[in-house]
Each structure stands twice: as structure tokens, then as C-alpha cells.
């Protein structure tokens, strides 16, 4: 095989990458932690200093502002009043003269000739069965 020959492979050269020692290594990944650490620590820090004024300071302030509120509500607010009922309610409006209001598709076909609603509902039951009477029952 041509590829294995030792006259190709020793022509090619291979540069050596530099490699860091052990040291180096250990120092770049103690820095790297050391970083962290302190950027952990301030947000850490942050936090407790927040949560403390917040505790200490601004809360109480929220509630002694609410409660001088709902006291001054209570001393200076208006008095509630029970609710009187309304003299004229709301009546349905009438249409005026001439107009006979909304009239539907299906009351003008049910109209007769007399302007009563006839066809909607049979006088009699025997109009509800048709002309031939009552329907004969099936035999099984």
C-alpha cells in the first residue's frame, strides 16, 4: 500500500500544538472559579439587602400609609346611604302613531284575509291527523 509507505509518512511534518502544562491549567481553572464565586457572592448580597429594606422599610411604610387610608375613609369618607328605589322605572317605549313596531317575516304569511292569525294553531284535533284520520298501526 502506497499511503503506508514510511518515505510519505515521515515527509509529512506535524508541528507540535503547545499544550499548557498541568499548572497553568489549574491556576487558569482556580481564576475561573474565583470569578464566579465573587459575582455569586454580590448577586447573594444584592438580594439580602433588598429583602432587608423591603422588610424593614418599605413594607411598614405600605401598611402605615393603608391604614391611615382606610382610617381617614372611615372619619372623613362619604356616608353610605341606603339606595332609594327609582320613581319612574323604565318603561317599554311606544311606537308612535302610525308605526306598528318590528312586524316578522312569518306573522304577514300567516295572515288571513281578515288580518287574524289563523294557520298557526287547528281549531279541531281532527285536523291534526290529515284527511284519511288517524294513522293505522303496523302489523308485526
Same mark, same amino acid.
Given at each position: 500500500?502506497?499511503?503506508?509507505?514510511?518515505?510519505?509518512?515521515? *515527509?509529512?511534518?506535524?508541528?507540535?500544538?503547545?499544550?499548557?502544562? &498541568?499548572?497553568?491549567?489549574?491556576? *487558569?481553572?482556580?481564576?475561573?472559579?474565583?470569578?464566579?464565586?465573587?459575582?455569586? *457572592?454580590?448577586?447573594?448580597? @444584592?438580594?439580602?439587602?433588598?429583602?432587608?429594606?423591603?422588610?424593614? &422599610?418599605?413594607?411598614?411604610?405600605?401598611?402605615?400609609?393603608?391604614?391611615? @387610608?382606610?382610617?381617614?375613609?372611615?372619619?372623613?369618607?362619604?356616608?353610605?346611604?341606603?339606595?332609594?328605589?327609582?320613581?319612574?322605572?323604565?318603561?317599554?317605549?311606544?311606537?308612535?302613531?302610525?308605526?306598528?313596531?318590528?312586524?316578522?317575516?312569518?306573522?304577514?304569511?300567516?295572515?288571513?284575509?281578515?288580518? *287574524?292569525?289563523?294557520?298557526?294553531?287547528?281549531?279541531?284535533?281532527?285536523?291534526?291527523? &290529515?284527511?284519511?284520520?288517524?294513522?293505522?298501526?303496523?302489523?308485526?
Amino acid at each position: 500500500m502506497i499511503w503506508r509507505r514510511p518515505s510519505l509518512t515521515a *515527509a509529512v511534518a506535524h508541528a507540535p500544538a503547545p499544550v499548557p502544562d &498541568g499548572e497553568a491549567t489549574r491556576r *487558569a481553572a482556580l481564576q475561573a472559579s474565583w470569578r464566579r464565586g465573587r459575582s455569586v *457572592a454580590r448577586r447573594r448580597l @444584592a438580594w439580602r439587602w433588598t429583602l432587608w429594606f423591603v422588610l424593614r &422599610g418599605l413594607l411598614p411604610a405600605l401598611l402605615l400609609a393603608g391604614a391611615a @387610608a382606610l382610617a381617614w375613609r372611615w372619619l372623613y369618607g362619604p356616608a353610605i346611604e341606603p339606595v332609594q328605589p327609582v320613581a319612574n322605572p323604565v318603561q317599554r317605549p311606544v311606537p308612535a302613531s302610525g308605526e306598528t313596531g318590528v312586524s316578522l317575516r312569518i306573522d304577514s304569511q300567516l295572515q288571513g284575509p281578515t288580518g *287574524a292569525i289563523s294557520a298557526a294553531v287547528p281549531s279541531t284535533p281532527l285536523e291534526t291527523l &290529515g284527511p284519511n284520520g288517524p294513522p293505522t298501526p303496523l302489523k308485526p
